[in-house]
C-alpha cells in the first residue's frame, strides 16, 4: 500500500493529503499537459496549496458546515478548491460551469451556500444578475483574472490563507463533504449529502480491490464533481499516483505521449476509442482489411471458449464438464491464432493507447458486449463496476482474479445486496431479476431538505432502492438488466429493457448512436445517428458528407435495406432474443446526442426524456405511417 495510514482510521479526507505530503512528498500529484506554461505539482505543494486555500476561506469568515458552491471542471485548481473546502470542515455543491444558468442558480440557492468558487469571470457573468439576490459573502475565481471589488482570484486567496491556519476544525466521518446534484432530467435535481466517510469507506473499498504504486500514472477526463470521477481521484491520491488531465480534443495524443497505467471512464469514451480504431482499420487496403477481420473473428472466439473454461461467462457461470471440455479444445485449437493477431494487429492497438493500460475502469452506465469483447482481444483489461451518486458511488467491482465481462462485479467490503420482487418487495432466488437494493458505509445522509425524497430512497432499515434491475448469482456476482424508468411496455404486456438491444444495435458499423422508442406500442423503434464515417468507406454517400445534408440520400431504399439488415442480424444475434426485441420501424436523425444539446448529461449517458420530447414528431410518425 502506497499510503502508511489506512483511510478507515481517518476521520477526513484532509488527513489522506497530509499523509501523502509525508510518504511521498516529491511526487507529481496533479500535472496539466494543456494550461500554458504547462503545470506539475507535487504531493508536497498540493497539501500546502489546499492549506492555505482552506485557510484563505477561513479569514474571509468562512465557517464550519457552511456551503460553498464550486462551480468549475477539471483542472489542479480544482482539486484544490475542493479539498480546502473541505479541509475547514464546510461542504461544497458542485456543478459544472457548462451546465445550464437557470440550474446553476437553482443549486447555487438551493444548497444554501454563503460563497462561491468559480471558474473564471465569463462563469461569474453568467450568473449576474440573479446572484446578487442571494445571500453570497464571498466569491473567489479560480482564474488569474482581475476579479471583481471585493472578490478574489485563485492566487490573492493562496496568499491571504498562506500565514494562516486551518483553525482545527472537528471534522468526524459524518461531516458533510459535498452536496452532488443529480442530473435533474425528469424534476428538479437533488442534492446528494456525501460525506467524509462516504469517501474514506470508498477509498478503503477501492485499496481492498487495486494496489496502485507511488508515480503510476492516471489519465483523467470525466467531470471531476461527478461522484465516480472523484471517488477515483481520491482513490489514486491515496496510493500516491499522479493525475494527467486529458480532454476530448487531446486524448489520442495524449494516450500515446503519457502513457497511463490506468483511467477511468464511461462506456461512450471507450466506444470512441474503439470507433476510431475501427475506422483505421477500414482505411486499409481490402487484403489487410480481410486479415484483420479473420484475427477479430476468430479471436472472438478464442474469448468466448476461455471464459467458459474459467466460468466467467455471464450466460453461463456454472458450466458443465462436458462445455469445458468443448471449450478447452476450442482455446487450444485457436491460441495460436490468437497470438499471431497479437502479433500483427492488437498490439498496435495497444501502442495508440500507449501500451501501458494496467487497467482501465468503465462505469456510469452499462457496456455494451462489443466492446468488451474488443477490448478483451486486443489485450486491454477492462474492470467494469456499479453504483449511483447516492452510494458515493462504488457498490460492485469486477475482480481480476473473476472479471466477468457483461456482469457488474462484486460486492465491496461489507456491502450488502438485495433483489426484490418490483411490487412485493419480497426477496427473489438466486439468479432471478428483480430490483436492486444497497446497504453499506457508502450510502448517502439523504437528499438535502427534501425528507419525504430521502424516506422514499432508504427505507428503515438502511436499504437503498437503486432504481435499478438485476440479479445476483450464487457467487454474489451482480449483473444489472435495465433501468426500472427505461422499461419500454408494448401493448402486448411485454416488457423491454432498452439498454441490451441498444448495445446490440450500436455493434453494426453503419450505427453510431440510438435510443429505443416503442412506449404503448405495438412494436419497438428506433432513432438512429448514422455513422458517417462508414457510410462513406463503403461508399454508400459521397466523401466529406455531415448528418445534415445526407438525410434525403439515407432514406433511399438501398440504404434502408441496409440497415434494416443490420438492425435485424445484431438484435436476434444477441443472447436472450426474444420475438418482441425485433425493431419494426426506424428513422435517421440529422444530429448526434451530444451535451450541447442537452440530449447527453456531462458523462455521455443519454437523456431519454429530452430525446423523446425533441424526436416527438418523428416519434408519432414512425408508428402512424
Same mark, same amino acid.
Given at each position: 500500500?502506497?499510503?502508511?495510514?489506512?483511510?478507515?482510521?481517518?476521520?477526513?479526507?484532509?488527513?489522506?493529503?497530509?499523509?501523502?505530503?509525508?510518504?511521498?512528498?516529491?511526487?507529481?500529484?496533479?500535472?496539466?499537459?494543456?494550461?500554458?506554461?504547462?503545470?506539475?505539482?507535487?504531493?508536497?505543494?498540493?497539501?500546502?496549496?489546499?492549506?492555505?486555500?482552506?485557510?484563505?476561506?477561513?479569514?474571509?469568515?468562512?465557517?464550519?458546515?457552511?456551503?460553498?458552491?464550486?462551480?468549475?471542471?477539471?483542472?489542479?485548481?480544482?482539486?484544490?478548491?475542493?479539498?480546502?473546502?473541505?479541509?475547514?470542515?464546510?461542504?461544497?455543491?458542485?456543478?459544472?460551469?457548462?451546465?445550464?444558468?437557470?440550474?446553476?442558480?437553482?443549486?447555487?440557492?438551493?444548497?444554501?451556500?454563503?460563497?462561491?468558487?468559480?471558474?473564471?469571470?465569463?462563469?461569474?457573468?453568467?450568473?449576474?444578475?440573479?446572484?446578487?439576490?442571494?445571500?453570497?459573502?464571498?466569491?473567489?475565481?479560480?482564474?488569474?483574472?482581475?476579479?471583481?471589488?471585493?472578490?478574489?482570484?485563485?492566487?490573492?486567496?493562496?496568499?491571504?490563507?498562506?500565514?494562516?491556519?486551518?483553525?482545527?476544525?472537528?471534522?468526524?466521518?459524518?461531516?458533510?463533504?459535498?452536496?452532488?446534484?443529480?442530473?435533474?432530467?425528469?424534476?428538479?435535481?437533488?442534492?446528494?449529502?456525501?460525506?467524509?466517510?462516504?469517501?474514506?469507506?470508498?477509498?478503503?473499498?477501492?485499496?481492498? +480491490? /487495486?494496489? $496502485?504504486?507511488?508515480?503510476? @500514472?492516471?489519465?483523467?477526463? !470525466?467531470?471531476?464533481?461527478?461522484?465516480? =470521477?472523484? *471517488?477515483?481521484?481520491?482513490?489514486?491520491?491515496?496510493?500516491?499516483?499522479?493525475?494527467?488531465?486529458?480532454?476530448?480534443?487531446?486524448?489520442?495524443?495524449?494516450?500515446?505521449?503519457?502513457?497511463?497505467?490506468?483511467?477511468?471512464?464511461?462506456?461512450?469514451?471507450?466506444?470512441?476509442?474503439?470507433?476510431?480504431?475501427?475506422?483505421?482499420?477500414?482505411?486499409?487496403?481490402?487484403?489487410?482489411?480481410?486479415?484483420?477481420?479473420?484475427?477479430?473473428?476468430?479471436?472472438?472466439?478464442?474469448?468466448?471458449?476461455?471464459?467458459?473454461?474459467?466460468?466467467?461467462?455471464?450466460?453461463?457461470?456454472?458450466?458443465?464438464?462436458?462445455?469445458?471440455?468443448?471449450?478447452?479444445?476450442? +482455446? /487450444?485449437? $485457436?491460441?495460436?491464432?490468437? @497470438?499471431?493477431?497479437?502479433? !500483427?494487429?492488437?498490439?498496435?492497438?495497444? =501502442?495508440? *493507447?500507449?501500451?501501458?493500460?494496467?487497467?482501465?475502469?468503465?462505469?456510469?452506465?452499462?457496456?455494451?458486449?462489443?466492446?468488451?469483447?474488443?477490448?478483451?482481444?486486443?489485450?486491454?483489461?477492462?474492470?467494469?463496476?456499479?453504483?449511483?451518486?447516492?452510494?458515493?458511488?462504488?457498490?460492485?467491482?469486477?475482480?481480476?482474479?473473476?472479471?466477468?465481462?457483461?456482469?457488474?462485479?462484486?460486492?465491496?467490503?461489507?456491502?450488502?445486496?438485495?433483489?426484490?420482487?418490483?411490487?412485493?418487495?419480497?426477496?427473489?432466488?438466486?439468479?432471478?431479476?428483480?430490483?436492486?437494493?444497497?446497504?453499506?458505509?457508502?450510502?448517502?445522509?439523504?437528499?438535502?431538505?427534501?425528507?419525504e425524497a430521502t424516506a422514499k430512497a432508504i427505507d428503515p432499515q438502511g436499504w437503498f432502492d437503486t432504481g435499478d434491475l438485476g440479479y445476483v448469482s450464487k457467487w454474489g456476482d451482480l449483473v444489472i438488466t435495465g433501468r426500472v424508468k427505461?422499461?419500454?411496455?408494448?401493448?402486448?404486456?411485454?416488457?423491454?429493457?432498452?439498454?441490451?438491444?441498444?448495445?446490440?444495435?450500436?455493434?453494426?458499423?453503419?450505427?453510431?448512436?440510438?435510443?429505443?422508442?416503442?412506449?404503448?406500442?405495438?412494436?419497438?423503434?428506433?432513432?438512429?445517428?448514422?455513422?458517417?464515417?462508414?457510410?462513406?468507406?463503403?461508399?454508400?454517400?459521397?466523401?466529406?458528407?455531415?448528418?445534415?445534408?445526407?438525410?434525403?440520400?439515407?432514406?433511399?431504399?438501398?440504404?434502408?435495406?441496409?440497415?434494416?439488415?443490420?438492425?435485424?442480424?445484431?438484435?436476434?444475434n444477441r443472447a436472450g432474443y426474444s420475438i418482441n426485441d425485433r425493431i419494426g420501424v426506424f428513422e435517421f436523425l440529422s444530429e448526434p446526442f451530444t451535451i450541447d444539446n442537452g440530449c447527453l448529461t456531462q458523462t455521455f449517458k443519454i437523456?431519454?426524456?429530452?430525446?423523446?420530447?425533441?424526436?416527438?414528431?418523428?416519434?408519432?410518425?414512425?408508428f402512424t405511417n
Amino acid at each position: 500500500m502506497a499510503t502508511s495510514f489506512p483511510p478507515s482510521q481517518a476521520s477526513s479526507l484532509w488527513q489522506l493529503w497530509q499523509n501523502g505530503a509525508k510518504d511521498h512528498p516529491d511526487a507529481i500529484a496533479l500535472y496539466d499537459p494543456h494550461a500554458m506554461p504547462p503545470v506539475g505539482i507535487s504531493y508536497r505543494d498540493t497539501f500546502e496549496q489546499i492549506n492555505a486555500f482552506g485557510a484563505g476561506l477561513r479569514s474571509l469568515g468562512i465557517q464550519f458546515g457552511e456551503k460553498v458552491a464550486l462551480i468549475a471542471d477539471n483542472s489542479p485548481r480544482w482539486l484544490i478548491a475542493d479539498q480546502g473546502i473541505l479541509a475547514i470542515g464546510a461542504a461544497n455543491a458542485t456543478r459544472s460551469s457548462q451546465a445550464e444558468r437557470s440550474e446553476l442558480l437553482y443549486i447555487i440557492e438551493h444548497s444554501d451556500s454563503v460563497a462561491i468558487v468559480v471558474e473564471n469571470l465569463a462563469t461569474l457573468q453568467k450568473l449576474e444578475p440573479e446572484l446578487h439576490t442571494l445571500p453570497i459573502k464571498q466569491i473567489v475565481l479560480l482564474s488569474d483574472e482581475t476579479p471583481p471589488e471585493g472578490a478574489y482570484n485563485f492566487q490573492q486567496l493562496l496568499q491571504k490563507g498562506s500565514s494562516r491556519d486551518l483553525g482545527n476544525p472537528q471534522i468526524q466521518r459524518d461531516t458533510l463533504a459535498t452536496l452532488i446534484y443529480t442530473s435533474g432530467t425528469t424534476a428538479r435535481p437533488k442534492g446528494v449529502m456525501l460525506t467524509h466517510g462516504n469517501f474514506l469507506f470508498e477509498v478503503e473499498a477501492a485499496q481492498s +480491490v /487495486l494496489q $496502485l504504486k507511488v508515480n503510476e @500514472k492516471v489519465l483523467s477526463i !470525466l467531470p471531476t464533481w461527478h461522484s465516480y =470521477e472523484r *471517488t477515483f481521484e481520491y482513490f489514486i491520491f491515496s496510493q500516491g499516483c499522479t493525475q494527467i488531465y486529458t480532454n476530448l480534443r487531446t486524448i489520442k495524443k495524449d494516450l500515446k505521449e503519457h502513457k497511463p497505467d490506468y483511467m477511468v471512464a464511461v462506456p461512450r469514451l471507450w466506444e470512441s476509442i474503439y470507433e476510431g480504431v475501427q475506422k483505421n482499420f477500414r482505411e486499409q487496403p481490402a487484403s489487410k482489411q480481410k486479415l484483420v477481420n479473420f484475427f477479430l473473428k476468430t479471436s472472438q472466439k478464442y474469448i468466448t471458449a476461455k471464459r467458459i473454461v474459467q466460468g466467467l461467462n455471464v450466460e453461463n457461470l456454472d458450466p458443465s464438464l462436458g462445455d469445458k471440455l468443448k471449450a478447452s479444445l476450442v +482455446v /487450444l485449437s $485457436l491460441w495460436a491464432f490468437h @497470438k499471431l493477431g497479437n502479433k !500483427l494487429v492488437y498490439q498496435k492497438v495497444r =501502442e495508440a *493507447t500507449g501500451g501501458n493500460f494496467k487497467y482501465i475502469v468503465s462505469g456510469g452506465g452499462s457496456i455494451a458486449e462489443h466492446l468488451e469483447d474488443f477490448y478483451e482481444i486486443v489485450g486491454i483489461e477492462i474492470l467494469g463496476g456499479y453504483g449511483l451518486t447516492e452510494t458515493s458511488p462504488i457498490t460492485h467491482v469486477r475482480r481480476p482474479d473473476r472479471n466477468i465481462r457483461g456482469g457488474d462485479g462484486q460486492p465491496v467490503l461489507d456491502t450488502e445486496t438485495r433483489i426484490v420482487h418490483l411490487d412485493t418487495r419480497v426477496d427473489m432466488p438466486i439468479g432471478k431479476q428483480g430490483l436492486v437494493l444497497i446497504r453499506g458505509q457508502q450510502v448517502m445522509q439523504g437528499y438535502y431538505k427534501n425528507p419525504e425524497a430521502t424516506a422514499k430512497a432508504i427505507d428503515p432499515q438502511g436499504w437503498f432502492d437503486t432504481g435499478d434491475l438485476g440479479y445476483v448469482s450464487k457467487w454474489g456476482d451482480l449483473v444489472i438488466t435495465g433501468r426500472v424508468k427505461d422499461t419500454i411496455v408494448l401493448t402486448n404486456g411485454e416488457n423491454i429493457e432498452p439498454q441490451p438491444i441498444e448495445d446490440a444495435c450500436i455493434r453494426s458499423a453503419y450505427i453510431d448512436q440510438v435510443v429505443l422508442v416503442g412506449q404503448d406500442q405495438k412494436q419497438l423503434g428506433i432513432l438512429i445517428v448514422p455513422n458517417v464515417s462508414a457510410l462513406e468507406s463503403a461508399g454508400l454517400i459521397p466523401a466529406d458528407s455531415s448528418l445534415e445534408n445526407i438525410l434525403p440520400e439515407l432514406n433511399n431504399s438501398k440504404i434502408r435495406n441496409l440497415y434494416r439488415e443490420e438492425l435485424n442480424r445484431e438484435v436476434q444475434n444477441r443472447a436472450g432474443y426474444s420475438i418482441n426485441d425485433r425493431i419494426g420501424v426506424f428513422e435517421f436523425l440529422s444530429e448526434p446526442f451530444t451535451i450541447d444539446n442537452g440530449c447527453l448529461t456531462q458523462t455521455f449517458k443519454i437523456r431519454r426524456n429530452i430525446v423523446f420530447e425533441r424526436y416527438q414528431d418523428i416519434i408519432v410518425k414512425m408508428f402512424t405511417n
